[in-house]
């Protein structure tokens, strides 16, 4: 669409609630930008564009007289790493737009008052930033507690979280929305419509903000006025607390699990571990030496000082779990199937994938990333063996092809500019 929704015909009366139609466009743009599937009404990004201008006004004209209800939430089943399924909720595109008109108008407002220590989905902070902090923080400190909320988003409980919105909202509009949204029913994939009296879906455009404030209460706070020398990194759900002795993370256990359960959370019996961060100078032993963070699996390591001597430092790489995963979903991609195509089509397509696993991935011990790097090159050895036929009948000659071409041209995959020891930026 070539002209600004403002171009839309004028307001003949003042509305209720003061929405701009440039917010309306703004927040379309970002949802446009971030992609995502149809919601309950089967609409996709592009099919909502095909009348792009009424549907937006629609959204602009709704938000400002208070008369925007949301539809149902259509709900997924999607594999958890660490075992089962977690449902997904995708609102329609429609009422992504307008989380994210009310989000962009709250973000600003709440965001000032979170914790430093609190590092998701936030403006200005990153998962490897929390990744970071931790990995100073456990060389400071002998323990973790590896916490675990159990069905976070499912369980928060929408009373408390509708308190804190209330402090802070600015617009009577903003608290009328997040109400509506978080009353919404959701749609199974059976086809009912089940109504939701606590929760907030997960995978609303809102819901990070939303899980932040209520943690920022429930958690962040609690922490900082509590136990103001306990040090923790919190990213979303996803949190980890450093303790000096075993005895105090035993303690900071009991003394968390009773302020979740008091807002009405739970810790996971199971999943919620204390862990202890050997290296050479703890000489002791404990049944947790190791636990995952974002990816990250912290653990003692073989490292090398400045001198060339050898010692074990309790430092995260790329997780087990994570490089797996990246090892699956480049075997997903049949790059054998993909004979029509050429190298540089290959690059266009899966270059900014790999970058953007070995950007993040690759921050610590990047050494653990050679089995990726391996399966990356299996594949394209692969590929090459069917694409030519010269190659089809000889690995060795089609592997040596690879590596040439990676020489050659090593700015085409990300993983050949590390090989080559340059930078991981590549193309694509």
Known sequence: ??????????????????????????????????????????????????????????????????????????????????????SLGIPTVADRIAQQVVKARLEPEVDPHFHPDSYGYRPAKSALDAVGQARQ??????????????????????????????????????????????????????GDLIPRQKGTPQGGVISPLLANLFLHYAFDRWMKVNFPQVPFERYADDAIVHCRTERQAQDMRKAIAKRLLDCGLELHPEKTRIIYCKDDLRKGRHTDEKFDFLGYEFRPRRSINRKGKVFI???????????????????????????????????????????????YYGRYYRTTLYSVIRQLDQELVKWASQKYKKLRE???????????????????????????????????
């Open 313 to 359: 430092n309790f430092s995260p790489a790329v997780s087990t779990k994570a490089a797996k995963s990246m090892r699956t979903e480049i075997r997903n991609w049949r790059l054998r199937q993909r004979s029509h195509r050429t190298l540089e089509d290959l690059s266009r397509l899966y270059n900014p994938i790999i970058r953007g696993w070995f950007q």
């Open 137 to 190: 923080r456990c060389w400071r400190n002998d323990w973790v507690l590896d916490l675990d909320i159990r069905a976070f988003f499912d369980n928060l409980d929408q009373n408390l979280l509708m308190r804190a919105v209330k402090k802070h909202a600015s617009q009577r509009w903003m608290v009328l929305y997040i109400e509506r949204w978080l009353k919404a029913p959701v749609k199974g994939e059976n």
């Open 394 to 428: 000889h690995v060795r000659r089609a592997r040596q092809w690879v590596a040439a071409i990676s020489r050659r041209s090593s700015f085409l995959f990300a993983h050949w500019a590390i090989k080559r020891g340059g930078s991981m930026m590549g193309a694509g």
């Open 1 to 86: 669409m070539s002209q600004p929704v403002d171009g839309m015909s004028p307001m003949k009366k003042a509305k209720p609630f003061c929405i701009s139609k440039k917010e309306v466009w703004k927040a379309y743009q970002r949802v446009k930008a971030n992609k995502g599937a149809a919601g309950t009404d089967g609409q996709t990004i592009e099919g909502f564009e095909r009348r792009l201008k009424r549907n937006l006004y629609k959204i602009w004209n709704r938000m400002s007289t208070g008369s925007y209800f949301p539809p149902p939430v259509r709900t997924v089943k999607i594999p958890k790493k660490s075992g089962g399924e977690r």
